[in-house]
C-alpha cells in the first residue's frame, strides 16, 4: 500500500501443504525437514536395496494417472507416489546392469543437484547466476586444458551431447560461409559434414536442425574395429562435387555401440591439410583423459577445435552434464553470439545464456564441481583404469568360448560381441542373441542392451558400475554357457 496506509497481505497461501514451501523466516523449518527429510530416507532405501531388485522391471503394473489433481496431497501420501514411481525405474546401479552408458550417480553430485535445485539459479547470465556462471566459466578452461587445447580454450555447458555437437557444427559452419545474419539461401554451395558410419546420430540431427539436410553428412567407412577409415576420409574429401563444400569433420572417441575411438591425430592431420574444422564427439570416451595409463588412446584430440564431452557418463555425475569445449574459446563470442539486452553484464565473464544454445539453463556446474571435488582426478583415474581392466577381463571371457566372437577391438570399458553357434545362418544367430539376452534378464539379473551393428543383433556390454567385479562377470559368463548348451 502506500506510505502509512494498511499493509499488503501478499500472495495467499489458504490451502496449501505447510511444506509447499521454504519460509524465508524459517516459521515452517520444522515441517519442510520432516518433508525432506522423509524424502531423503525413502530414496536412500531404494538406492541401497537396489541389488534386490532386477536391471529392468519385468512385472506388469498400473503406471501413474496424469489426470491433474484438484486439490493437493498430504505429505505422506506424496511419498508414497514417490516409492511407486521409483520402483519401476530403470535400474542402473544394479551391478548386473551393463546394458547402456549409464552410471549410477555419484553422492557428491547428487548434492550439487538438489542445492542447486533449492538456489534455483539461472545460468543465462551472471546476474542471475554470479557464482555458478564464473565457476563453469573456470572450469570449462581448466578441463579444456587438460585436453590439451591451449591457453584461449574454453567452453559452456548444455544439456546433454546432441546440443554440444550442434552447436559444434554451428559454430564450424559460421566460420566457413558467415551465415548468422543472411542464413543459408543465397549460399549457392551444398556445405558437407564427415563423420564415420559409427558416429552418433545427433551428428546427422544436428546438419537437419541447421538446415544443411541429414544427407549433408557423409558416410566414411570404418575398419573392422569400428575405427574411421582415414584413407576413404581422405578419399571422400577429394571426391566432393563442385556444388558441394566440404567444412567439418566429426570424428568419434567411444562409439556408442562398441566404444571404439578414431584415430584422432590422422584425422587431425587430414582436417589441417584441407582447412576443415575438427570436431571430436568425446561424449563418453573423453573421461580417459583423467587417466595417465588410457589417456593415449586420445593422442591428437589436442588438434581439435571443438570437443563435445559428457561428464554423465563415466564421470558418473548426475544427469544433465555435458559440454562443448573449443580451441579458441572467442568463437562462441564472435561465431555465435546474440545479445539480450534484458541482462546485465559483468567484466570478464560473459554471460552464458547468449553464447550457448540454451538459454534458460540449470545450474549443472555444481554438480560437476562438487564431484571433482570429492573423487580428485586420482579417483577418478582409479575407477575408469578399474573399468577399462574389467572389460579386458570381458573380452578374454568371449575370446576364450568358440561360439562367442566379439565386434573387435577394445578401446575403452565397452565390449559388444554376439553368439554365432555352429549350424545357425545369420536369422537364426539374432534370434539366438535375442533369446539370450530375454533369458539373462528374466533369469539371471542381467541385462546387456541388443544394438542392431553389422545387419545383425548383437550384446553389448558396458563395464561402468563400480560395484560390478570380475566374479560377477564370470557368474554372467557361466549363464551364458548353460543357455548356449540348452540350445546346441
Not at 590439451?148 to 546432441?162: E, N, P, Y
Not at 566460420?175 to 545474419?181: G, K, S, W
Request: proline content about 5%; some cysteine.
Amino acid at each position: 500500500g502506500v506510505a502509512g496506509g494498511p499493509r499488503s497481505p501478499g500472495l495467499k497461501r489458504t490451502g496449501l501443504p505447510r511444506s509447499a514451501f521454504t519460509a524465508p523466516h524459517g516459521a515452517n523449518r520444522e515441517a519442510v525437514t520432516r518433508l525432506l527429510g522423509e524424502a531423503l530416507a525413502r530414496i536412500l532405501a531404494h538406492s541401497s536395496s537396489a541389488e534386490s531388485r532386477p536391471p529392468l522391471s519385468l512385472n506388469e503394473r498400473n503406471w501413474p494417472s496424469c489426470k491433474l489433481p484438484e486439490r493437493g496431497i498430504e505429505d505422506e501420501a506424496l511419498l508414497d507416489e514417490l516409492a511407486e514411481l521409483l520402483s519401476g525405474c530403470m535400474n542402473q546401479a544394479h551391478p548386473g546392469y551393463l546394458g547402456h552408458m549409464d552410471p549410477m550417480p555419484s553422492n557428491a553430485s547428487l548434492i550439487g543437484a538438489l542445492a542447486a535445485a533449492a538456489v534455483n539459479n539461472n545460468m543465462l547470465s551472471v546476474e542471475m547466476s554470479p557464482v555458478f556462471s564464473r565457476l563453469e566459466w573456470g572450469l570449462l578452461k581448466s578441463l579444456a586444458a587438460r585436453f590439451g587445447l591451449g591457453d584461449d580454450a574454453g567452453g559452456v555447458m548444455a544439456s546433454g551431447g546432441t546440443l554440444a555437437n550442434l552447436q559444434a557444427l554451428a559454430l564450424a559452419r559460421n566460420r566457413a560461409f558467415d551465415v548468422q545474419d543472411m542464413g543459408l539461401t543465397r549460399l549457392g554451395v551444398e556445405p558437407v559434414v564427415f563423420a564415420s558410419e559409427a558416429a552418433h546420430v545427433s551428428i546427422r540431427k544436428a546438419a537437419m536442425l541447421l538446415g544443411l539436410g541429414r544427407r549433408a553428412v557423409v558416410s566414411v567407412a570404418c575398419d573392422q574395429d569400428s575405427r574411421m577409415r582415414v584413407a576413404e576420409l581422405r578419399a571422400s574429401i577429394e571426391r566432393a562435387g563442385a556444388g558441394q563444400r566440404p567444412f567439418c569433420v566429426v570424428a568419434t572417441a567411444g562409439t556408442t555401440t562398441t566404444g571404439n575411438i578414431d584415430d584422432l591425430r590422422k584425422i587431425g592431420e587430414v582436417c589441417a591439410a584441407h582447412g576443415l574444422w575438427f570436431h571430436v564427439d568425446a561424449a563418453y570416451g573423453g573421461a580417459l583423459v583423467f587417466s595417465e595409463r588410457h589417456r593415449h588412446c586420445l593422442e591428437g584430440i589436442e588438434r581439435a577445435d571443438s570437443i563435445t564431452f559428457n561428464p554423465q557418463k563415466w564421470l558418473y555425475v548426475a544427469r544433465a552434464c555435458a559440454m562443448l569445449l573449443l580451441r579458441d574459446v572467442g568463437q562462441l563470442e564472435s561465431l555465435f553470439r546474440v545479445s539480450a539486452p534484458y541482462m546485465g553484464t559483468a567484466a570478464g565473464i560473459p554471460n552464458l545464456g547468449e553464447i550457448g544454445v540454451q538459454g534458460t539453463r540449470a545450474s549443472d556446474v555444481l554438480k560437476l564441481w562438487l564431484s571433482l571435488r570429492h573423487l580428485g582426478v586420482h579417483g577418478y583415474a582409479t575407477l575408469i583404469d578399474g573399468s577399462c581392466e574389467l572389460a579386458r577381463h570381458f573380452k578374454d571371457c568371449v575370446d576364450r568360448r568358440p561360439y562367442l566372437v566379439a565386434a573387435g577391438r577394445v578401446d575403452t570399458n565397452v565390449v559388444c560381441f554376439r553368439g554365432e553357434p555352429g549350424g545357425l545362418d545369420s536369422i537364426g544367430c539374432d534370434r539366438w542373441n535375442t533369446r539370450l539376452q530375454q533369458s539373462l534378464l528374466r533369469d539371471s539379473s542381467f541385462f546387456l542392451s541388443l544394438p542392431t551393428y553389422r545387419d545383425g543383433r548383437w550384446l553389448r556390454a558396458v563395464l561402468l558400475n563400480p560395484y560390478t567385479d570380475e566374479p560377477e562377470i564370470d557368474r554372467l559368463f557361466e549363464r551364458i554357457d548353460a543357455f548356449a548348451a540348452r540350445y546346441d
